[in-house]
C-alpha cells in the first residue's frame, strides 16, 4: 500500500511505512468514502432487506453493466466498512455502483446513506433476521426503511408489493415509488422452473414486457430478478438490458450453487446464510430438483432471538410436509438427528449416488460450505 490509516503514533513509529495519523481510522476510512461518492456519476444504488440484498445486488449489477461501466460491492461487503471500501474501490469513470447495505440495529442503515448518498433505494422484504439485536419484525422495518427516508425527492424506491412492511414504506419517502413482485408494477407471468432450478417467466413493467430466462437458482430469485429490472429500468436501463443482464448474473458464492458431485448426486449448496425465510425457500427449491431422496443438512439460525426455538421448529416441520430429511449440525431445535460437525455429517449422509440430492444450508457460523465442498470433492 502507498499509505495507510493509524490513529497511534507509537504503532506508525514501530511500523514504519507512510501513514495518514487520524484521531479514529473508521471515521476516516468513512469520510474518504463519502468524499469518493461525490466523483460518482448517478445512478449509486443502495439495497437493503432481510433477505435477498447480496442477490439483488448482484443481479442489479449484471443488468446496470449492460448500459454503464458498473462497480458493486464484494460478496456482502454492506456494513460501515463496507460501505466506504465499495465507493472508494470504484474505477475511474464508473458510471453506476451498487451498495448493499446491511444492519444490526436502528440508525445503522441512516448512516450507510449519508456515507453513500443513494439515489435508488431497493427493500427486498422483511423477516425475522437477527431479530435478536433488532428486537421485532416491526423494528426490523422501522431500521430498512431508513434507506428509502434517505433517498431525493429526484430519486425512487423499489419497493415489494407483496410484503405489507416494505409496501408501507412508501409513506417514508419523497422520492417516486415503484413496486415489484404480486401486485406490483413490475411483476411476473407463466413462472416456470426448469430441471436445474433456473426460471423462466413472462416479465410485465410499465416500461413494456418481456421474457426472462433466470442464469440463477430458485423460484425465490424471480422477486430477486423483479426487484433488480425495477431499478435498472428506473435507472435508465432497457428491456433488452434487462434480459440480457440477468441471463448471465453470476451470485456470489455459496449462494444457491448447484453441482454433481463425483458420485452423481446433486448438492445444492446455499451455505451463505441462513433465516427462516432464506431456509424455507432453499427447501422449496431442494424439493424441485429431480431426485428420489432428499436431504437437508441444516446449521443453527443465529440471532433470532425469543423465537429461535419456535422457528426451527417450523422449519423442521416444513422439511417434513416436503419429504425431506433433516440432518441436524450441532443444534436440536429442528426436532431432527443431530450430528457432530462435518465429518459427523458426511458419515450420516452415508454412500451418496445418483438420484440423491443435498442441501447445504446454516448461518455464517456453522461453516457449512466446508461440507459441501467436502461432498463435492469425491
Given at each position: 500500500?502507498?499509505?495507510?490509516?493509524?490513529?497511534?503514533?507509537?504503532?506508525?513509529?514501530?511500523?514504519?511505512?507512510?501513514?495518514?495519523?487520524?484521531?479514529?481510522?473508521?471515521?476516516?476510512?468513512?469520510?474518504?468514502?463519502?468524499?469518493?461518492?461525490?466523483?460518482?456519476?448517478?445512478?449509486?444504488?443502495?439495497?437493503?432487506?432481510?433477505?435477498?440484498?447480496?442477490?439483488?445486488?448482484?443481479?442489479?449489477?449484471?443488468?446496470?453493466?449492460?448500459r454503464f461501466a458498473t462497480a458493486a460491492s464484494e460478496r456482502s461487503f454492506n456494513n460501515e466498512m463496507g460501505v466506504p471500501l465499495t465507493l472508494l474501490g470504484a474505477p475511474d469513470g464508473t458510471e453506476a455502483v451498487v451498495v448493499e447495505m446491511g444492519a444490526r440495529?436502528?440508525?445503522?442503515?441512516?448512516?450507510?446513506?449519508?456515507?453513500?448518498?443513494?439515489?435508488?433505494?431497493?427493500?427486498?422484504?422483511?423477516?425475522?433476521?437477527?431479530?435478536?439485536?433488532?428486537?421485532?419484525?416491526?423494528?426490523?422495518?422501522?431500521?430498512?426503511?431508513?434507506?428509502?427516508?434517505?433517498?431525493?425527492?429526484?430519486?425512487?424506491?423499489?419497493?415489494?408489493?407483496?410484503?405489507?412492511?416494505?409496501?408501507?414504506?412508501?409513506?417514508?419517502?419523497?422520492?417516486?415509488?415503484?413496486?415489484?413482485?404480486?401486485?406490483?408494477?413490475?411483476?411476473?407471468?407463466?413462472?416456470?422452473?426448469?430441471?436445474d432450478l433456473c426460471a423462466r417467466f413472462r416479465m410485465r413493467t410499465p416500461w413494456g414486457e418481456a421474457d426472462v430466462a433466470l442464469g440463477s437458482r430458485g423460484r425465490h430469485q424471480v422477486d430477486n430478478a423483479l426487484a433488480a429490472a425495477s431499478a435498472a429500468l428506473?435507472?435508465?436501463?432497457?428491456?433488452?438490458?434487462?434480459?440480457?443482464?440477468?441471463?448471465?448474473?453470476?451470485?456470489?458464492?455459496?449462494?444457491?450453487?448447484?453441482?454433481?458431485?463425483?458420485?452423481?448426486?446433486?448438492?445444492?449448496?446455499?451455505?451463505?446464510?441462513?433465516?427462516?425465510?432464506?431456509?424455507?425457500?432453499?427447501?422449496?427449491?431442494?424439493?424441485?430438483?429431480?431426485?428420489?431422496?432428499?436431504?437437508?443438512?441444516?446449521?443453527?439460525?443465529?440471532?433470532?432471538?425469543?423465537?429461535?426455538?419456535?422457528?426451527?421448529?417450523?422449519?423442521?416441520?416444513?422439511?417434513?410436509?416436503?419429504?425431506?430429511?433433516?440432518?441436524?449440525?450441532?443444534?436440536?431445535?429442528?426436532?431432527?438427528?443431530?450430528?457432530?460437525?462435518?465429518?459427523?455429517?458426511?458419515?450420516?449422509?452415508?454412500?451418496?449416488?445418483?438420484?440423491?440430492?443435498?442441501?447445504?444450508?446454516?448461518?455464517?457460523?456453522?461453516?457449512?460450505?466446508?461440507?459441501?465442498?467436502?461432498?463435492?470433492?469425491?
Amino acid at each position: 500500500a502507498a499509505a495507510y490509516l493509524a490513529s497511534d503514533r507509537a504503532t506508525v513509529e514501530a511500523a514504519g511505512g507512510t501513514a495518514v495519523l487520524v484521531a479514529d481510522t473508521l471515521v476516516a476510512l468513512q469520510g474518504a468514502g463519502n468524499l469518493a461518492r461525490t466523483y460518482l456519476r448517478h445512478p449509486v444504488v443502495g439495497i437493503t432487506g432481510s433477505v435477498g440484498k447480496t442477490s439483488v445486488k448482484d443481479l442489479l449489477a449484471a443488468v446496470l453493466g449492460q448500459r454503464f461501466a458498473t462497480a458493486a460491492s464484494e460478496r456482502s461487503f454492506n456494513n460501515e466498512m463496507g460501505v466506504p471500501l465499495t465507493l472508494l474501490g470504484a474505477p475511474d469513470g464508473t458510471e453506476a455502483v451498487v451498495v448493499e447495505m446491511g444492519a444490526r440495529g436502528i440508525g445503522h442503515i441512516a448512516e450507510l446513506c449519508r456515507i453513500a448518498e443513494p439515489t435508488v433505494g431497493v427493500v427486498t422484504r422483511v423477516a425475522a433476521a437477527h431479530t435478536e439485536a433488532f428486537g421485532t419484525v416491526d423494528d426490523v422495518a422501522r431500521a430498512k426503511g431508513e434507506l428509502v427516508e434517505a433517498l431525493p425527492a429526484a430519486g425512487t424506491a423499489v419497493l415489494n408489493a407483496a410484503d405489507p412492511r416494505v409496501a408501507a414504506m412508501a409513506e417514508r419517502t419523497r422520492a417516486e415509488v415503484v413496486t415489484f413482485g404480486d401486485g406490483g408494477a413490475v411483476h411476473a407471468t407463466d413462472v416456470a422452473l426448469g430441471e436445474d432450478l433456473c426460471a423462466r417467466f413472462r416479465m410485465r413493467t410499465p416500461w413494456g414486457e418481456a421474457d426472462v430466462a433466470l442464469g440463477s437458482r430458485g423460484r425465490h430469485q424471480v422477486d430477486n430478478a423483479l426487484a433488480a429490472a425495477s431499478a435498472a429500468l428506473a435507472s435508465g436501463c432497457s428491456l433488452d438490458d434487462v434480459v440480457a443482464g440477468l441471463a448471465v448474473a453470476q451470485l456470489s458464492p455459496w449462494r444457491m450453487d448447484l453441482r454433481t458431485a463425483p458420485s452423481g448426486a446433486l448438492v445444492l449448496n446455499d451455505a451463505y446464510n441462513a433465516n427462516p425465510a432464506s431456509v424455507t425457500a432453499a427447501l422449496e427449491s431442494l424439493a424441485a430438483l429431480p431426485a428420489e431422496r432428499r436431504v437437508a443438512v441444516l446449521g443453527v439460525m443465529a440471532e433470532l432471538g425469543a423465537s429461535s426455538d419456535d422457528e426451527h421448529a417450523a422449519i423442521g416441520k416444513r422439511a417434513a410436509a416436503l419429504g425431506i430429511r433433516v440432518l441436524a449440525v450441532g443444534t436440536t431445535a429442528y426436532g431432527a438427528p443431530v450430528v457432530a460437525g462435518i465429518d459427523g455429517a458426511i458419515e450420516a449422509l452415508g454412500r451418496l449416488g445418483p438420484g440423491d440430492a443435498v442441501l447445504v444450508k446454516g448461518s455464517r457460523v456453522a461453516g457449512l460450505e466446508r461440507l459441501a465442498a467436502r461432498l463435492l470433492e469425491g
